[in-house]
């Protein structure tokens, strides 16, 4: 499918930081698409760039072909969350939103909607200065839905929320994947863009460094394996062995296979009289495939600025582990 954001080389300069080094990408609709980086990595800047915040020092981003000030009715086609905090605090969550429809072009009646949308409705009538964080981030994503559009941008949504409320925002994005719309989230921890993305982009120091779907990261990591375990480990192993497959074992005696599949080991069992008691599919965290990738990155891409990487790897994997 055509992508529906793209950047191209594009660049930022704020005095002596590069914070948006010549990045090249597209954001393809029907998925979400991850933005993936260490704090300070440039993915704010990159989304105030998108949404005509900040102006390119270089190359351009564009929202299905035109740059964001050139599209006639913005917020019908591009709603974000940057900054669930800005929000005029003085305003009902009730104005706010009536104000927002109001500039834009929306029909009053869609506050009412993403009100409802968001769970907000029992306090539309209340300052949204008072509201928590977790509300907050929802009255920002009541914002962002007002307008009905086909493209989403969240920076870091699931900041400060509690279990609950990072629950809802992943399914959230989810369904409007699943309607079609482009979402497009940023998010400096691993795990959570795990949950969440179908497809990831990585950015250190500005740059990209990696791409691609994360089944294709986990599965085709080097740490995916089967987990089998059988009452006839050693036979089992020499038969897999045999076969192509790459095993190891494991503490409890189970062992890690590799190069077959869970079917391909299922039938092989079956075909030796060899029982099985288990047989797991196991796929390697993101952060593990990362790591890997950066390693492979490091090794075979000219195009990879190499201690950027190693840098960027670092600081996610820290941060996942914390
Ligand atoms: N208005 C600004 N003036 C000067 N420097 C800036 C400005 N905005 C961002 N920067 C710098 O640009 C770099 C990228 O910042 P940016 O906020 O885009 O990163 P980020 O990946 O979104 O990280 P974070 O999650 O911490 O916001 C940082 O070094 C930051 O200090």
Same mark, same amino acid.
């Given at each position: ?8 080389e ?17 954001v ?18 990159t989304?105030?760039m ?40 003085g305003l ?30 029992e306090? !539309? /009538?209340?300052r ?5 964080? @977790?509300?907050?981030? +929802?009255? *920002?994503? #009541? =914002?962002a839905? &007002?307008?009905?559009?086909?493209v989403?941008?969240f ?8 279990p609950?409320g990072i ?5 959230l ?17 691993m ?11 990585v ?30 480990? !050693? /036979?089992l ?6 076969? @192509?497959?790459?095993? +190891?074992? *494991?503490? #409890? =005696?189970?062992l &890690? ?31 593990a ?12 891409s000219?195009t ?17 582990s914390?």
């Amino acid at each position: 499918m055509d992508s529906v954001i793209k950047a191209d080389e594009l660049s930022k300069r704020f005095g002596d930081t590069q914070a948006v080094d010549s990045l090249s990408f597209e954001v393809r609709p029907g998925v979400v698409t991850g933005f993936l980086g260490p704090n300070g990595a440039g993915k704010s800047t990159t989304m105030r760039m998108i949404l005509g915040l900040d102006r390119p020092t270089g190359g351009s981003v564009t929202v299905h072909g035109k740059s964001y000030s050139d599209l006639p009715a913005p917020i019908q086609e591009v709603g974000s969350v940057l900054d669930a905090k800005a929000v005029q605090s003085g305003l009902t969550a009730h104005a706010h939103l009536s104000w927002m429809a109001k500039a834009g072009g929306v029909p009053p009646r869609r506050v009412d909607e993403v009100l409802e949308q968001v769970g907000l409705t029992e306090v !539309a /009538g209340k300052r949204a200065g008072g509201f928590s964080l @977790g509300m907050s981030q +929802r009255l *920002g994503i #009541a =914002g962002a839905l &007002l307008g009905d559009p086909r493209v989403l941008l969240f920076d870091e949504p699931v900041n400060g929320l509690d279990p609950e409320g990072i629950q809802w925002v992943r399914t959230l994005m989810r369904d409007l994947a699943r309607e079609g719309r482009t979402v497009f989230v940023s998010s400096h921890l691993m795990n959570e863009m795990e949950e969440t993305a179908d497809h990831v982009l990585v950015i250190g120091r500005g740059t990209l460094i990696a791409e691609a779907s994360i089944g294709e990261l986990t599965q085709r990591s080097s740490h995916a394996h089967v987990r089998v375990v059988s009452p006839d480990a !050693a /036979g089992l192993n020499e038969v897999l062995a045999r076969e @192509g497959g790459v095993v +190891r074992t *494991g503490e #409890a =005696g189970e062992l &890690l296979v590799t190069e077959l599949d869970s079917a391909r080991i299922g039938d092989l069992a079956l075909e030796h009289r060899i029982g099985v008691h288990e047989l797991t599919p196991v796929r390697a965290s993101l952060e593990a495939a990362f790591l890997e990738l950066t390693a492979d990155a490091a090794q075979f891409s000219s195009t990879v600025d190499l201690s950027a990487a190693a840098e960027t790897a670092r600081a996610l994997a820290d941060e996942g582990s914390r």
